[in-house]
């Protein structure tokens, strides 16, 4: 970990083959820098205060709003984020798991995969296809996937990696809300 105390001027560009997040105290990419390339547990503990704009460069992060990788969770994908103000994050994961594999996730209508089920391999609004806010459990068949509350990735995050089942999403609060899904691909 490498921080720095003095205003950025100017944005380095980077290698994305270097998986990492910058992360500035102030919007604009300015104030104090401080940039991972791991995962974090805690970010409070490594003096991580304030996140007011931060660069994603190579593959894609998923942000808790809680410690130890719980909470509501957000996924960012390479790219420049010059103001964020969606709330505090307090812990970070870097996602490398099955971005480049042909996806495919299976959504079921009940609990403990029952009821009328749908099986995806791309991006979908589930509302188009009579599905939206009735899944309540799931089978990740391969690839890693963003399960959103609302369409168009709007709303509360779930990311759901290669070889995930979850036979209930009340015990996660996620019951009858998904709306959208989309599966993470890799950029290269």
Not at 78 to 94: A, C, Q, T, V, W
């Amino acid at each position: 970990m490498s921080v720095y105390y003095y205003p950025v001027y100017a944005v380095q560009q980077t290698s994305a083959s270097e998986n990492k997040i910058i992360i500035y105290s102030e919007a604009g990419f300015n104030g104090r820098i401080t940039e991972f390339k791991k995962n974090v547990l805690n970010l409070e503990e490594k003096g991580i205060t304030q996140i007011s704009s931060f660069q994603i460069i190579g593959a894609p992060w998923v942000v808790y709003f809680e410690k130890n990788y719980t909470g509501n969770q957000m996924i960012f994908e390479e790219g420049d984020y010059p103001s964020y103000d969606k709330g505090r994050f307090l812990s970070m994961k870097i996602i490398t798991e099955d971005l480049g594999v042909k996806p495919e996730i299976q959504i079921f209508e009940d609990t403990n995969y029952g009821g009328k089920s749908v099986t995806l391999q791309h991006e979908t609004n589930l509302h188009n296809i009579n599905f939206g806010d009735t899944a309540s459990s799931h089978k990740v068949i391969s690839g890693t996937w963003v399960l959103y509350e609302h369409v168009d990735r709007q709303g509360k995050q779930l990311l759901c990696l290669p070889g995930q089942e979850v036979p209930n999403y009340c015990e996660i609060g996620f019951n009858d809300v998904i709306s959208h899904v989309r599966p993470l691909v890799s950029k290269s």
